[in-house]
Nanobody
């Protein structure tokens, strides 16, 4: 059974940092295009960052220079290091295999992990 479990969310003040984790089971993440997507209240679901099997990465413009996506293949876990957080980063964050496709087909869904940034 394929399963992804997100964790690491929380409440921080502007300028703070959080590291999100996504532990996968049922498949190996280094063979997939993994990524994070989010949905803020009243906003559409958006892909935040992806990482391909060759290590190439994508970041939405609003998080470039602040967020870093990475993987630990031994732990089969995906991470999102979020620095210099802003109130507009407040959202529920989700991870997925092929997040672009997931968002296009189904939008934001699943348990996710809540990130709240206060000013």
């Amino acid at each position: 059974e394929v399963q992804l479990v997100e964790s690491g969310g929380g409440s921080v003040q502007t300028g703070g940092s959080l590291r999100l984790s996504c532990t996968a089971s049922g498949f190996t993440i280094d063979e997939a295009e993994m990524g994070w997507y989010r949905q803020a209240p009243g906003n559409e679901c958006e892909v935040v960052s992806t990482i391909n099997s060759d290590g190439s990465t994508y970041y939405v413009d609003s998080v470039k220079g602040r967020f870093t996506i990475s993987q630990d293949h031994a732990k089969n876990t995906l991470y999102l290091q979020m620095n210099s957080l802003k109130p507009e980063d407040t959202a529920v964050y989700y991870c997925a295999n092929d997040p672009m496709r997931v968002v296009a087909l189904w939008g934001c869904w699943g348990q996710g992990t809540q990130v709240t940034v206060s000013s």
